[in-house]
Each structure stands twice: as structure tokens, then as C-alpha cells.
């Protein structure tokens, strides 16, 4: 994995956007936000130190259901798509099914 570091205010990803990477938060944090259908932002979490977001994409393939902002400077470990696909693959088939399986019942909270 590789090293990235964002500043304050960096958008990592964007709602509806592709995902093909997941961030594991090393130092800082990030301010996890879905739009509302008024229009409005909604804070949903905050991540940080040892916690991991973009995951979601990863386990499913499907657009980010919110945006990731950096809420200060910080430093992050990289997980790509291939990197997750690849340790996937090494494991047992149970942990795949788990994961998409949380996945699908997170997004559905979402809708």
C-alpha cells in the first residue's frame, strides 16, 4: 500500500463517485457527509486514526453512497481495488460474503 497525505478540506471522494480505493486514516481525520434531497449536507461520521473509509466500494463496486472530506491535514495508507481483490482472494470465500453481505444492508439504510 501506499502512503497519501491530504490537506484540510481535500475532498477523497465524492458521492456517486466511482470508488477504486479506500483510505486507511493514519494521522487526522475525515468528515464523512451524504447530501440530503433538500439539498443540505449530512454529517454521517467522523473517521479517525486506525479507521478505514471507501471501503464500501471496494467490497461492491458501486458509486460512494457519501463524500469524505478532510477535516485537517493527515496521512493515509492507499487500498486499491487490485490490492483488495488480491487479499480477497486469499482468504476464505465466508469473509466475502460477510462483507458484501454488511455492505448491502449499510447502502440500504442510506436509501
Given at each position: 500500500?501506499e502512503?497519501?497525505?491530504?490537506?484540510?478540506g481535500?475532498?477523497?471522494?465524492a458521492e456517486?463517485q466511482?470508488g477504486?480505493k479506500?483510505f486507511?486514516?493514519?494521522k487526522?481525520?475525515?468528515t464523512?457527509t451524504?447530501?440530503?434531497?433538500?439539498?443540505w449536507?449530512?454529517?454521517?461520521?467522523?473517521?479517525k486514526?486506525?479507521?478505514?473509509v471507501?471501503?464500501?466500494?471496494?467490497?461492491d463496486?458501486?458509486p460512494h453512497?457519501?463524500?469524505a472530506?478532510?477535516r485537517?491535514d493527515g496521512?493515509?495508507?492507499?487500498?486499491?481495488?487490485?490490492?483488495?481483490k488480491?487479499r480477497?482472494?486469499?482468504?476464505?470465500k465466508v469473509?466475502?460474503?460477510?462483507?458484501?453481505?454488511?455492505?448491502?444492508?449499510?447502502?440500504?439504510?442510506?436509501?
Amino acid at each position: 500500500m501506499e502512503k497519501y497525505t491530504f490537506m484540510e478540506g481535500e475532498v477523497l471522494f465524492a458521492e456517486g463517485q466511482q470508488g477504486t480505493k479506500a483510505f486507511i486514516i493514519k494521522k487526522g481525520s475525515v468528515t464523512i457527509t451524504r447530501a440530503t434531497k433538500g439539498g443540505w449536507e449530512k454529517h454521517v461520521a467522523t473517521i479517525k486514526e486506525g479507521n478505514i473509509v471507501g471501503e464500501m466500494s471496494l467490497i461492491d463496486d458501486a458509486p460512494h453512497s457519501v463524500t469524505a472530506t478532510a477535516r485537517e491535514d493527515g496521512e493515509a495508507m492507499v487500498l486499491t481495488r487490485d490490492e483488495y481483490k488480491k487479499r480477497l482472494k486469499n482468504s476464505d470465500k465466508v469473509l466475502a460474503l460477510l462483507l458484501k453481505t454488511f455492505t448491502d444492508k449499510l447502502r440500504a439504510t442510506y436509501e
